[in-house]
């Protein structure tokens, strides 16, 4: 079983649609969570960063972390044409000598207009 | 304010030899890390630089270095190509925003070609 799993996709939503990306998890260490979103032949862009269990709002984006199911969600309300990239989960934990670093392999989304 | 560069942009390599890679951080950022991401295996972290120090490490064979100077330049350097190392080498830089959000910004990526 891989350490974080993410459905590749592709995704293909209608423009004002509400788009769900997921990701799954293995290793109870991870502390902190990410999404980054990658436009095709540009470099990653933070998206959201949380550290605890919960939701986390900015803007059209909501981030969830459910650590007791090992499970993350990026939903995005009032989907764009402009959203349309590949979307990345990230997981970290730090420890005493210790730091992982574990991305998905991403979620290609399509918002069509 | 001036992204991360990252140069040069796209480079075309032999198998056996070596290859330094350059990432110029946002001005002020301190920290400085590096990424592979191939087709196959997806986004992976390489290392990660503080204040000329590297702090955290990932999964990569010795080949693979780096460094970082004083004004936190920093530079990657794989030793003996292999057709496997034809990848995206990414590089971002990060810190504590004014608010004290974590920030994070990735530069275009140096495309290596491995023949």
């Known amino acids: 079983q891989k350490e974080v799993e993410q459905d590749p996709g592709p995704l293909s939503v209608p423009e004002g649609a509400i788009v769900s990306l997921n990701c799954t998890y293995s290793?109870?260490?991870?502390?902190?969570f990410m999404w980054y979103r990658q436009y095709s032949r540009k470099g990653p862009e933070l998206l959201m960063y949380?550290?605890?269990?919960g939701n986390k709002e900015d803007g059209r984006f909501t981030a969830q972390v459910d650590k007791s199911s090992k499970y993350i969600s990026l939903f995005i309300r009032d989907s764009q044409p402009s959203d349309s990239a590949t979307y990345l989960c990230?997981?970290?934990?730090?420890?005493?000598?210790?730091?992982?670093?574990?991305f998905g392999k991403g979620t290609k989304l399509s918002v069509i207009p | 304010k001036a992204g991360v560069t990252q140069t040069p942009r796209y480079l075309i390599k032999t198998r056996g030899q070596q290859v330094t890679l350059s990432c110029s951080p946002i001005?002020?950022?301190?920290?400085v890390s590096w990424y592979q991401q191939t087709p196959g295996q997806g986004l992976q972290f390489l290392f990660e630089?503080?204040?000329?120090?590297?702090?955290n490490k990932g999964n990569f064979p010795g080949r693979f270095s780096g460094r970082q100077f004083s004004n936190s330049r920093s530079e990657m350097n794989v030793s003996t190509l292999e057709l496997g190392d034809s990848a995206l080498y990414l590089c971002?830089?990060?810190?504590?925003?004014?608010?004290?959000?974590?920030?994070?910004?990735f530069g275009p990526g140096t495309r290596l070609t491995v023949t």
């Open positions: 630089y503080f204040s000329e120090t590297q702090r």
């Open positions: 971002a830089s990060s810190a504590l925003g004014t608010s004290g959000n974590y920030e994070q910004y």
């Open positions: 949380t550290y605890s269990s």
């Open positions: 990230a997981m970290r934990y730090s420890g005493a000598g210790s730091y992982q670093l574990t």
């Open positions: 001005s002020g950022h301190r920290s």
């Open positions: 290793n109870s260490a991870f502390q902190y």
